[in-house]
C-alpha cells in the first residue's frame, strides 16, 4: 500500500496561493463586516487552511467611512487605550475616531480578531483599507469579495 498519498498536506508561504479581493463596506454592520473579513485574511475559507501560517488572502477595503453601528453604539461604546504611564487613560466613542479617522474603526475591530503573536501582525499587512471608493491596487485585478449580502 501507498502511504505517501495519505500524506496530509501543510500550506506554507511558498505553497499558499494567495488572492486579491475587494470588499465594498457601505451600509454594512461593522462586527458581522470585520469578522467576515478577518476570517478571509486568515485564509479560513480554504481547503489547506494551516493554523501556523499565513496561508490567508489579501483584502482591499474600500467605503470604509460609510460603515454603520447598531444601536447606540456610535456614542455608547468605548474604545480604552492606555500609554503606560499615570493617568495616561485615554476613553474615546467610535463618533471620536471616526471623525479622526474613519478607517482606523474598521482596522481596530480586524485586528482585535486576528491573533496577537507575529502571525497576525503579518495577516494583518495583507489587509488595505481605503475611506472612498478609490483604491491603487488594480494591477492585481482584485475578485469583489460578497459579504452579507442577500
Not at 16 to 31: I, P, R, S
Not at 68 to 85: A, I, Q
Not at 89 to 111: C, F, G, H
Amino acid at each position: 500500500m501507498d502511504t505517501l498519498s495519505y500524506k496530509t498536506i501543510s500550506a506554507n508561504k511558498a505553497t499558499a496561493n494567495k488572492e486579491w479581493f475587494v470588499a465594498d463596506a457601505t451600509n454594512q454592520v461593522l462586527g458581522r463586516f470585520s469578522s467576515q473579513v478577518a476570517s478571509v485574511l486568515r485564509g479560513k475559507h480554504k481547503t489547506n487552511f494551516t493554523p501556523h501560517a499565513d496561508c490567508g488572502d489579501n483584502v482591499i477595503v474600500i467605503n470604509a467611512d460609510k460603515i454603520r453601528l447598531t444601536g447606540n453604539k456610535w456614542e455608547d461604546k468605548e474604545y480604552v487605550t492606555h500609554s503606560g504611564y499615570p493617568g495616561g487613560q485615554k476613553i474615546r466613542s467610535p463618533r471620536q475616531i471616526a471623525t479622526r479617522n474613519p478607517a482606523r474603526l474598521l482596522e481596530m475591530a480586524i485586528k482585535k480578531m486576528l491573533p496577537r503573536n507575529r502571525l497576525g501582525n503579518a495577516i494583518f499587512n495583507n489587509l488595505h483599507v481605503y475611506v472612498g471608493s478609490e483604491h491603487p491596487h488594480e494591477a492585481q485585478q482584485p475578485k469583489e469579495l460578497k459579504i452579507n449580502t442577500k
